[in-house]
């Protein structure tokens, strides 16, 4: 392993509540992403706001966590021709 490059565990670890990241974790069918804020966590589990809802990821299935850059702002929508 890279010795720059922090496990995920240690990467959320570090990370203050608030950062916008992106944890990639084991699911029965494979892997999958939450992105969002980092809104909770504690030795078993990490909690990732998203635009949806609130996922609590237990730690032992995290495969990857990086910080993100900010979301872009949201686009005004279209004016009707």
Do not use: W
């Amino acid at each position: 392993m890279n010795p720059q490059i922090p496990a995920p565990r240690q990467f959320l670890e570090g990370a203050p509540l608030g950062t916008r990241v992106v944890v990639r974790y084991k699911i029965p069918e494979g892997m999958t992403d939450a992105l969002g804020d980092l809104v909770g966590l504690n030795a078993e589990e990490c909690t990732v706001r998203t635009r949806r809802t609130d996922v609590v990821i237990p730690l032992a299935l995290v495969v990857a966590a990086k910080q993100v850059p900010p979301a872009p702002a949201r686009r005004a929508p279209r004016a009707a021709p």
